[in-house]
């Protein structure tokens, strides 16, 4: 492509470079068919009318651009994708990891409840356990006095004559 005579002197008006550009183009089919059409369009610009030049849209001069710079382009599309596809994959895998933490987490919790409910159950199985052992010994106690009872209540019926204080017949 030719070089945009703005280049050259930043003071060139867009609509001269554009008719400038349009007539040495290198495709045929973009230049000026005819001689008299070149005139006719720079008439139009000297008296700041519009002309039937057009300055070439985004997407001529992006493909332009791709058609010049080919493994520039491909090179720059290879890495963007690269780039995006490493962006998505990290982003998965922070999403998962945080997800995983969370988990973790709410095991842990889980963990150190059942660990606290655990131990509140050891500790209320020792006091029973204390309270049981309290039990048996009173038992044990008042099962001794009231055999000690007993033996003295048939000592006492033992050191009693049996014809004294006998009923009548």
Do not use: M
Not at 14 to 20: G, P, V, Y
Not at 115 to 140: P, Y
Not at 154 to 162: A, C, M, N, Q
């Amino acid at each position: 492509e030719p070089q945009a005579p703005s280049r050259l002197n930043r003071r060139v008006p867009r609509d001269l470079e554009t008719i400038c550009l349009k007539s040495i183009a290198k495709d045929p089919a973009r230049r000026y068919q005819s001689a008299s059409e070149f005139a006719v369009d720079l008439q139009h610009w000297l008296r700041g009318e519009p002309i039937a030049a057009r300055p070439p849209g985004r997407l001529e001069r992006a493909s332009r651009f791709v058609a010049r710079h080919r493994g520039l382009v491909v090179s720059a599309s290879l890495i963007t994708t690269i780039l995006l596809v490493g962006i998505v994959t990290s982003t998965w895998f922070a999403i998962a990891a945080n997800e995983a933490r969370v988990l973790s987490d709410q095991n842990a919790k889980k963990a150190n409840d059942s660990q606290k409910e655990t131990a509140a159950a050891l500790i209320d199985a020792e006091n029973h356990r204390r309270e049981a052992e309290v039990a048996r010994d009173e038992a044990t106690l008042l099962a001794a006095r009231a055999k000690n009872t007993l033996a003295t209540f048939v000592d006492s019926f033992k050191s009693v004559d049996p014809n004294q204080g006998a009923l009548p017949e």
